[in-house]
């Protein structure tokens, strides 16, 4: 999100406002293949496990010592999203992460509330959710009625850092190839409003709905990319690069690319997995010579995530520069042969035993939250038990037991 105060000062007129160019972005240099994750939650009652508009009270509470994490508030009074820092290893990342979980839990503990991964609540209705007391916020709810209310749904971002823009732009299209792989293994948001989807992911259709929504356009080097968002700047449309909601995008101030198309995991290991992969296809891309990204390797973009966001790893996936067809499934497979000539070390060469692991059992959260619907026909009781296996890792009495 983006301070839109000038966009919403636009919109009784309903004109575009002549306004002068904004500044050049610039792209701050970051160290190659460094990574970050930013994590959204879902705080949830112990008594039904629905949304609750817990997020003031946990960071209240959270924050009456310093802890140095980054811990923060997101558009609804029903999330909250934890960052980490900026690491060079997994095992690192790791630690890290359940370092803060250690530090959440026992907030929520203390205030009766739960803390669950997952893409989207699997029952509450967008128009029971609250606008975080938050300027910035405010003037999103205000731009975009509804449609903010129904953007609580939960996302992991990874954050890849690049030595410049043109490495950065180029990175943005070589992991566009791959939207398809980050959609199935974090594919988490199966029910949504009370309703089995039959969709892997439900959540990115409330993104969907998002101008500039999508990928990124065509443009080869950061000079270019340049251009464009001058264009779309002096239209009136963009104030800044937090108003493209593309699933992947360049983020200049970081110095990095961010990865936002997958769901919240259900654990903090399979994040810490999507995360490593993605390191690792960055780290392939970065061992290539940069080459030109031609317009048509987007001829089957849309198709292709549809299908990914649809059926999974059962996905058709369509390779417009071969002209020939696979499954997502068997894409990840021949890609993480690929990334062997990559690997350097041991923790590198278990991410890649890991991820095949999980590829050849069609290992997948929504599969998981569609057996623990089959068990007791609640919706309720799937929220317990994805807060449970979030906060605990395991099976743990949280609430009432139904």
């Known amino acids: 999100m983006t301070d839109l105060t000038h966009t919403v000062a636009m919109l009784p007129s309903l004109t575009v406002p002549t306004v002068d160019p904004e500044p050049m972005l610039l792209f701050q240099s970051s160290s190659p293949l460094t990574m970050g994750v930013e994590l959204e939650l879902m705080i949830v009652n112990v008594r039904d496990f629905n949304l609750t508009r817990g997020s003031d009270d946990l960071l209240h509470l959270i924050n009456r010592k310093p802890h140095g994490y980054d811990i923060k508030p997101e558009i609804t009074e029903g999330m909250i999203e934890i960052g980490s820092a900026i690491h060079t290893s997994t095992d690192a990342l790791l630690a890290e992460l359940r370092a803060i979980r250690s530090l959440l839990v026992g907030a929520a503990e203390r205030l009766n509330l739960a803390l669950a991964g997952g893409g989207a609540h699997p029952f509450q209705h967008w128009d029971d959710q609250r606008i975080y007391p938050k300027e910035r916020y405010r003037l999103v709810g205000e731009l975009y009625g509804y449609l903010a209310k129904q953007f609580t749904v939960y996302g992991q971002h990874v954050h890849i850092g690049c030595p410049n823009g043109d490495w950065a732009v180029h990175l943005t299209h070589y992991l566009s190839r791959y939207i398809p792989h980050f959609i199935a293994l974090s594919a988490s948001s199966p029910f949504y409003q009370g309703v089995d989807t039959r969709f892997q992911t439900s959540r990115l259709t409330s993104v969907n709905a998002f101008p500039l929504s999508g990928s990124m356009p065509c443009v080869n080097d950061w000079d270019s990319f340049n251009q464009y968002f001058q264009n779309m700047a002096k239209l009136g449309i963009v104030a800044s690069m937090k ?45 290539q010579p940069m080459q030109p990204t031609e317009a048509h390797s987007y001829l089957t973009y849309t198709y292709n995530r549809f299908q990914a966001c649809r059926f999974g790893f059962e996905g058709v996936l369509v390779k417009p520069l071969e002209g020939t067809q696979t499954s997502v499934l068997e894409d990840i497979l021949v890609t993480l042969d690929q990334l062997r000539g990559v690997s350097e070390s041991v923790e590198e060469d278990c991410i890649l035993a890991a991820l095949r692991e999980r590829t050849l059992a069609r290992d997948s959260d929504s599969d998981w939250l569609r057996q623990a619907y089959a068990r007791t026909h609640s919706l309720s009781d799937v929220v317990r038990r994805q807060a449970e296996r979030w906060m605990y890792g395991r099976e743990r009495v949280i609430g009432n037991r139904r």
Not at 246 to 266: A, F
Request: proline share 7%; aromatic share 14%.
């Open 243 to 287: 108003d493209f909601y593309w699933d992947i995008r360049p983020k200049p101030e970081y110095g990095t690319v961010e990865v936002r198309i997958c769901d919240t995991p259900l654990s903090i290991e399979n994040a810490v997995l999507l995360a490593g992969y993605i390191r690792l296809l960055a780290k392939h891309c970065f061992a």
